[in-house]
């Protein structure tokens, strides 16, 4: 029973494509993110949902846009793909806590 | 600007000894200290939380935080080759839906 979901695991695309990524989380939380772990592995918080609000942006490019259509739901839409777009992306919810669990990943590669 | 620091390593323990993990942070409001383990390939596991000054232990774990010198560790009892990955340092601050600010993590490596 899986908490944190991802979908696609990886995505292979060329650059000026737009794509989008889901996550699904079965926890019951209300808080949402999705973070970008770059080729040396840093992992960096992109944006945080909190009851489908927008509470965070952490200097993304306006091409990257998260969708929530409930709190169990946190999608995120590319525009535009660049090559240095190419990384893994997590989804994460966090308890109240801030504990915080990663769905499996998406490997983005865009050529 | 918040930052996490870890020494990014290879830190090489032989089998059986204690691995000690070690992290900095620069926000002296944060409240909530976590440690992540990611093994290649997969997504971070969250091994350890803590939120006061003090140890606290989990199996074979033990988490260390003194908030007066922003210092955070991470002990492993009894090391296995199995722990071999690279350990992540995770701090939050600031309101409550902020996300965690990540240190570049340690890679351990478990010697048999």
């Known amino acids: 029973d899986t908490a944190v979901s991802q979908t696609p695991k990886y995505l292979v695309t060329q650059m000026g494509n737009d794509k989008s990524i889901k996550c699904e989380q079965n926890?019951?939380?209300?808080?949402m993110y999705w973070y970008k772990q770059d080729s040396k592995k840093f992992l960096k918080i992109m944006f945080s949902?909190?009851?489908?609000?927008?509470?965070i942006n952490e200097t993304v490019p306006n091409r990257f846009s998260p969708k929530s259509p409930d709190k169990a739901h946190l999608n995120l839409h590319i525009n535009s793909l660049e090559l240095g777009d190419s990384a893994v992306y997590f989804c994460a919810s966090t308890t109240p806590g801030h504990e915080q669990f990663f769905g499996p990943g998406t490997r983005l590669t865009v050529l | 600007q918040k930052e996490v620091e870890q020494n990014s390593g290879p830190l090489s323990v032989p089998e059986g000894a204690i691995a000690s993990l070690n992290c900095t942070y620069s926000d002296r409001g944060s409240q909530s200290f976590f440690w992540y383990r990611q093994y290649s390939g997969k997504s971070p596991e969250l091994i350890m939380s803590i939120y006061s000054n003090g140890d606290k232990e989990d199996g074979r774990f033990t988490a260390q935080l003194n908030k007066a010198s922003q210092y955070v560790s991470l002990l492993i009892r009894d090391s296995q080759p199995s722990d071999s990955a690279t350990y992540l340092c995770a701090v939050h601050s600031g309101g409550g839906a902020d996300g965690l600010t990540f240190g570049k993590g340690t890679h351990l490596i478990i010697q048999p």
């Open positions: 949902y909190n009851n489908k609000e927008l509470i």
């Open positions: 926890l019951g939380h209300d808080t």
